[in-house]
């Protein structure tokens, strides 16, 4: 199987899985339907998973990707937060109108900044520096507008990725690189506080991390990685609700078994795209129905 195969694979169950969110609490299908809906969904975070250890491995600019990464993470939180925030389908305390950060607000504000700041200094002075700043302005923010939740209730998946690509990255210039150690270990600061405040709330919180960064450890060996994938399945879903949930998840060991190294058709912005655009599609008409 080529990458292409693998996107598809992950992409159509990620997306079935979040069409049963959207459906199931809004009381459109049974329960059955609802949880056979959401356990085909966890087929897609190891398959996205090995996906970008093996990009990070062939990708020619690092920098590049991790920065198309973050500005996806950015562009995914309010289709994201439309559609899977609880407050929208009527449960909570909707506001007409509340905007508060989920942290005390000077020292998360301060971080951001000094963050950006060395980010500019040690990394690169682009624009991909605004899409940190942005990354960071839109990880920490919860805001309502006329009783829907617009930001908050949880971060997407593309900050579990953003995240785990960076902390590559410094593991890889820490083993590998001829890069400045004091520099290294300056990211390494910034990255590691990042992660303290911003992973709990995002897609898979610290096991989604520990999945890539040991993917990444065993990234020559594919036996060790479909025993990482196998073991990572059980200890978040075994016995943590449905076993349906588990059972499938052990499905996205097939595709990464098959994998044959090559590319495929190049659709990668499209692959990207499709991300928000169809959270979007969710969240509208969950609110206005």
């Not at 970008?52 to 491995?57: A, D, H, K, P």
């Not at 439309?82 to 509340?98: A, Q, R, V």
């Not at 993917?215 to 060790?224: D, E, I, T």
Request: charged content about 10%.
């Amino acid at each position: 199987m080529s990458v292409f195969i693998l996107k598809i694979l992950a992409l159509g169950s990620m997306i079935v899985d979040h069409t049963g969110f959207f459906l199931g609490n809004n009381s459109m299908v049974s329960s059955d339907v609802y949880s056979l809906m959401r356990a085909v969904g966890r087929i897609a975070f190891p398959i996205y998973a090995f996906l970008l250890v093996n990009g990070f491995q062939k990708t020619s600019n690092r920098q590049r990707y991790l920065s198309r990464l973050i500005l996806f993470a950015v562009l995914s939180q309010i289709p994201f937060t439309m559609t899977f925030s609880l407050i929208n389908y009527g449960y909570g305390n909707p506001s007409d109108f509340s905007f508060y950060f989920a942290y005390e607000a000077l020292p998360y504000l301060a971080f951001s900044l000094c963050a950006v700041t060395a980010y500019i200094l040690l990394v690169k002075a682009d624009i991909s520096a605004a899409y940190l700043a942005l990354f960071f302005f839109v990880g920490g923010a919860e805001l309502q507008v006329s009783q829907v939740q617009i930001l908050g209730g949880g971060l997407n998946v593309f900050y579990t990725l953003s995240l785990s690509l960076a902390a590559m990255a410094v593991l890889d210039n820490i083993i590998h690189s001829d890069v400045p150690l004091a520099k290294t270990l300056v990211c390494a600061v910034f990255l590691v506080v990042s992660i303290v405040l911003i992973q709990p709330n995002a897609d898979y919180g610290y096991m989604g991390i520990f999945l890539l960064l040991a993917l990444y450890v065993f990234r020559r060996w594919r036996p060790a990685q479909l025993a990482v994938i196998g073991l990572w399945c059980f200890f978040e879903y075994w016995g943590s609700g449905p076993q349906l949930m588990f059972w499938f998840s052990l499905i996205s060991l097939l595709p990464v078994l098959l994998y044959n190294g090559k590319k495929g058709p190049a659709m990668k912005l499209g692959f990207y795209a499709i991300y928000p655009l169809h959270l979007l599609v969710l969240g509208v008409i969950n609110i206005f129905i």
